[in-house]
């Protein structure tokens, strides 16, 4: 990126209100610069760690429209399957209680909202909830490890989701 120095506004300051990182929807504080063609960009003049920063305002962050929590219906055709999908986001600047489980049509509006963070993840619901390890060279794992490991391996992408599924077994059927 470049600008000359006649198309860029420098030495600016937010106090941490009025301007979001795109990528996260985090509000920024600091000093800022504007250019000719509109962009704002951290720093107080064009320099290579320079981040391009966009308005908190309506026009800029998608709906702010936040959808019902939803409790998944599993189907004999999800048993016959062995696992169902579930999706849940969870707003950027939050706790582990704004994660809510949604529906599919939900997830994918919130595809390029910054202010929230998503995940999908197979959820199995067929099998034995414990794990066999009765023999050591083929351990058997329940359904309710598996599902612990799933929730687990998202604990970096949702901070917080351990929290939010602490019943490993839920919907599981024996076969």
């Known amino acids: 990126m470049y600008y000359p120095l ?4 420098g030495n600016l300051y937010t106090d941490g209100s009025e301007f979001i990182f795109p990528e996260d929807g985090t509000f ?4 800022y610069f ?4 509109g962009k704002f960009f951290t720093e107080k003049t064009l320099l290579p760690n320079s981040k391009e920063i966009i308005r908190a305002s309506q026009t800029n962050i998608p709906s702010l429209y936040t959808p019902d929590y939803y409790i998944p219906e599993v ?3 999800d048993y016959r399957l062995g696992y169902i999908v579930r999706q849940v986001i969870k707003r950027v600047n939050s ?3 704004s994660i809510i489980e949604v529906k599919k049509q939900d997830y994918y509006k919130f595809r390029d909202n910054p202010l ?8 199995v619901i067929v ?4 794990d066999n390890l009765s023999n050591p060279l083929y351990p058997i794992y329940g359904t ?3 599902n612990k490991k799933t929730i687990d391996g998202l604990r970096e992408q949702i901070p917080g989701i351990e929290h939010f599924f602490k019943n490993y077994t839920e919907f599981i059927r024996n076969p």
């Open 75 to 77: 189907s004999e055709d």
């Open 127 to 130: 099998g034995p909830a414990l």
């Open 116 to 123: 929230y963070i998503r995940a999908s993840f197979k959820w």
């Open 95 to 97: 706790g582990s209680d």
């Open 144 to 146: 309710a490890t598996i």
């Open 34 to 37: 504007s250019t000719s063609d």
């Open 6 to 9: 006649s198309e860029i506004v």
């Open 28 to 31: 920024y504080k600091g000093p």
